[in-house]
């Protein structure tokens, strides 16, 4: 039995209202929502070398270890897939990744490794994608080797809709999801969802 979804965006600019009414049709419907914990490992940019390399000193007990790849936080900005050096206690080098250039120093930081979640479905299959999180975050989808197929950045409560028939390419087209991952820079819990409709 088919799925069809109706959604609806409506924005009022200069008095006038702006509605669209997408409708998209499937044969499923899929949800990975998760409540993603706070991390433990926040701290300070003491040493910033470059745009993208410094020192971080974080409190102790912070879990992140040698070789590890985390996302930073901070208050304005964010950076992905950032490699942490030889850790030494709670002196933690850092670089590389993509996203905000690296603050000054003395900005405090959240660092967090990304939460894998379970999700499998052919991109091709796509009828409408859905990402979204409560507090500001990130949501990306990898295939079966690792590698990111689609990174989205979003602000409290802000969704990223693409839907067939949009007038977009289908981002995860000629792809195949094998799973999701997850962070934030939140002082507490974040709820984050991924749905999808497929045919």
Excluded at 31 to 48: F, I, N, Y
Excluded at 64 to 81: E, M
Excluded at 97 to 119: E, F, Y
Excluded at 125 to 140: C, E, P, S, Y
């Amino acid at each position: 039995m088919g799925v069809t979804i109706q959604s609806q965006k409506a924005t009022t600019l200069a008095g006038e209202q702006f509605v669209s009414n997408p409708s998209c049709s499937g044969e499923r419907q899929e949800l990975v929502k998760a409540s993603v914990p706070a991390s433990a490992a926040t701290g300070t940019l003491t040493t910033r070398s470059s745009n993208s390399a410094g020192t971080l000193t974080l409190v102790s007990g912070h879990g992140i270890t040698t070789s590890a790849v985390v996302d930073l936080y901070w208050s304005g900005g964010s950076r992905a897939g950032v490699t942490v050096g030889t850790v030494s206690g709670t002196s933690v080098p850092i670089s590389g990744g993509s996203g905000g250039n690296l603050p000054t120093t003395t900005t405090a930081v959240v660092v967090m490794v990304a939460v894998a979640k379970d999700i499998d479905f052919v991109g091709d299959d796509v009828q409408q994608l859905l990402i979204q999180t409560d507090k500001a975050g990130r949501i990306a989808l990898l295939d079966s080797a690792g590698s990111t197929l689609l990174t989205k950045t979003l602000g409290a409560g802000e969704v990223y809709d693409w839907h067939a028939g949009c007038g977009e390419a289908n981002p995860l087209a000629g792809t195949t999801v094998a799973s999701a991952t997850m962070s934030h820079g939140d002082a507490a819990a974040v709820v984050m969802r991924i749905g999808t409709l497929l045919i």
